[in-house]
């Protein structure tokens, strides 16, 4: 019997386990670690070994074509392989055992000590049937297939995210890291991101009106400026009409206070335009929209956080390039490197992708945008075939 479909279950600790091995239960238990050389829509390259056996597993997404081609292969090769892995491998305990007649596996990741149980089935009804015990307890059932790729992508982090407390550690934290689950959805992602910014905005608008030092005003307009991009990049994980009204309201912040530096105006004109009750108003109605969690919604709140940025990322590289390529003085330049350095400074990290990260110690760590250019245009060659690389890296996030 072939089983295609398959249930999965998040279980709280290995209560479970302890309960079938006592009761008798047999099992089958394996030692595996699996690791990707290629993952993309149409086909995959898996590496698999299990039980000091080896193997190298070609996955093809087509209906025609063979599913899987396998071949056994030596430790050498598995080794081998290895220095070109996606990612870092997964490596999992499993116990096979049959529950009412059907394959089932409680599989144990042993970095996160994670436990899952999955129930293979025979027919999509008899899966839609079926019903767990009260007793197994179990966390969640997993609506998405959670797949050897799917982990490699995206963790196994599977703890309920607590936004709240995402506030509050950035509300004490003024140094506060910055980190997220691979498992976290765009709307809430994106909450957190823009209630980070919306702090230091804030820490760096009351230096400016307490200090009055300059470096302080051009920290608050850079903020500012993030917020405005962030926003046009979330008009369908959002409502779009409120985005874009608080977006069009930043923007107005960082042309006004870059007309008071330009034509070098009063500095008691600028304190008065920060002070102003149209500014604490933009912090009141922008504050509520970051903690409101259900009302602001856009079409595409669900989606991964990590998925929505790899495909951002990809398009800030691309229209990053292209803009050099054409003109790297004019107005689109500048801004698709403003959006850029945004998403290298917070999210390169987010993916471990080691031609994206070299992208940014090489050729954006520099203090100023000048001499980043220059730079750039020294080493032509290298620049752009590491944006290749890196969108290539990106691209493997889209469809999973």
Same mark, same amino acid.
């Given at each position: 019997m072939v089983y295609e479909i398959q249930k999965n279950f998040l279980l709280p600790n290995a209560t479970l386990l302890k309960n079938l091995q006592e009761d008798g239960v047999l099992f089958k238990i394996h030692e595996l670690e699996i690791f990707y050389t290629k993952i993309t829509h149409s086909q995959s390259i898996k590496f698999k070994s299990v039980d000091g056996f080896y193997y190298k597993i070609i996955e093809t997404n087509d209906k025609i074509l063979e599913q899987n081609q396998e071949e056994q292969i030596s430790k050498k090769e598995f080794e081998k392989a290895r220095k070109k892995s996606i990612g870092k491998s997964i490596k999992k305990k499993r116990y096979e055992f049959k529950f009412c007649s059907l394959k089932s596996f409680i599989e144990v990741y042993n970095k996160s000590k994670i436990y899952i149980l999955k129930i293979f089935f025979p027919t999509l009804d008899e899966a839609n049937r079926f019903i767990l015990p009260y007793e197994f307890?179990?966390?969640?059932?997993?609506?998405?297939?959670? !797949?050897?790729?799917?982990?490699?992508?995206?963790?196994?982090?599977?703890?309920?995210?607590?936004?709240?407390?995402?506030? #509050? %550690?950035?509300?004490?934290?003024?140094?506060?890291?910055?980190?997220?689950?691979?498992?976290?959805?765009?709307?809430?992602?994106?909450?957190?991101?823009?209630?980070?910014?919306?702090? =230091?905005?804030?820490?760096?608008? %009351?230096?400016?009106?307490? =200090?009055?030092?300059?470096?302080?005003?051009?920290?608050?307009?850079?903020?500012?400026?993030?917020?405005?991009?962030?926003?046009? !990049?979330?008009?369908?994980?959002?409502?779009?009409?409120?985005?874009? %009204?608080?977006?069009?309201?930043?923007?107005?912040?960082?042309?006004?206070? %870059?007309?008071?530096?330009? =034509?070098?105006?009063?500095?008691?004109?600028?304190?008065?335009?920060?002070?102003?009750?149209?500014?604490?108003?933009?912090?009141? !109605?922008?504050?509520?929209?970051?903690?409101?969690?259900?009302?602001?919604?856009?079409?595409?709140?669900? =989606?991964?956080?990590?998925?929505?940025?790899?495909?951002?990322?990809?398009?800030?590289?691309?229209?990053? #390039?292209k803009n050099l390529l054409k003109n790297f003085e004019n107005e689109k330049f500048s801004r698709s490197f403003s959006e850029l350095l945004i998403f290298l400074e917070y999210f390169c990290n987010f993916f471990d992708i080691k031609s994206l990260n070299k992208l940014n110690e090489k050729f954006f760590l520099f203090e100023t945008r000048e001499k980043m250019i220059v730079k750039m245009i020294k080493k032509r060659e290298k620049f752009f075939k590491l944006i290749s690389r890196s969108n290539k890296g990106l691209k493997i996030y889209k469809g999973y």
């Amino acid at each position: 019997m072939v089983y295609e479909i398959q249930k999965n279950f998040l279980l709280p600790n290995a209560t479970l386990l302890k309960n079938l091995q006592e009761d008798g239960v047999l099992f089958k238990i394996h030692e595996l670690e699996i690791f990707y050389t290629k993952i993309t829509h149409s086909q995959s390259i898996k590496f698999k070994s299990v039980d000091g056996f080896y193997y190298k597993i070609i996955e093809t997404n087509d209906k025609i074509l063979e599913q899987n081609q396998e071949e056994q292969i030596s430790k050498k090769e598995f080794e081998k392989a290895r220095k070109k892995s996606i990612g870092k491998s997964i490596k999992k305990k499993r116990y096979e055992f049959k529950f009412c007649s059907l394959k089932s596996f409680i599989e144990v990741y042993n970095k996160s000590k994670i436990y899952i149980l999955k129930i293979f089935f025979p027919t999509l009804d008899e899966a839609n049937r079926f019903i767990l015990p009260y007793e197994f307890k179990i966390q969640k059932e997993f609506d998405y297939i959670l !797949d050897s790729k799917f982990i490699t992508l995206y963790g196994c982090d599977f703890e309920q995210i607590n936004i709240e407390k995402y506030f #509050k %550690n950035i509300e004490k934290n003024q140094t506060f890291n910055l980190k997220f689950s691979g498992l976290i959805n765009a709307f809430e992602g994106y909450r957190i991101f823009l209630f980070y910014l919306f702090k =230091k905005l804030k820490f760096y608008w %009351n230096l400016a009106l307490d =200090k009055k030092k300059e470096e302080y005003f051009y920290e608050f307009i850079s903020y500012a400026d993030k917020i405005n991009i962030v926003l046009l !990049d979330t008009e369908e994980i959002f409502d779009k009409n409120l985005n874009t %009204n608080l977006s069009l309201r930043f923007q107005e912040i960082v042309e006004k206070c %870059n007309i008071f530096f330009q =034509k070098d105006e009063n500095l008691e004109e600028l304190l008065l335009f920060l002070s102003s009750e149209n500014l604490q108003s933009l912090f009141s !109605d922008f504050d509520f929209f970051i903690k409101e969690n259900s009302f602001y919604e856009g079409l595409q709140k669900d =989606k991964l956080f990590k998925q929505i940025l790899a495909n951002e990322f990809r398009k800030k590289l691309i229209f990053f #390039k292209k803009n050099l390529l054409k003109n790297f003085e004019n107005e689109k330049f500048s801004r698709s490197f403003s959006e850029l350095l945004i998403f290298l400074e917070y999210f390169c990290n987010f993916f471990d992708i080691k031609s994206l990260n070299k992208l940014n110690e090489k050729f954006f760590l520099f203090e100023t945008r000048e001499k980043m250019i220059v730079k750039m245009i020294k080493k032509r060659e290298k620049f752009f075939k590491l944006i290749s690389r890196s969108n290539k890296g990106l691209k493997i996030y889209k469809g999973y």
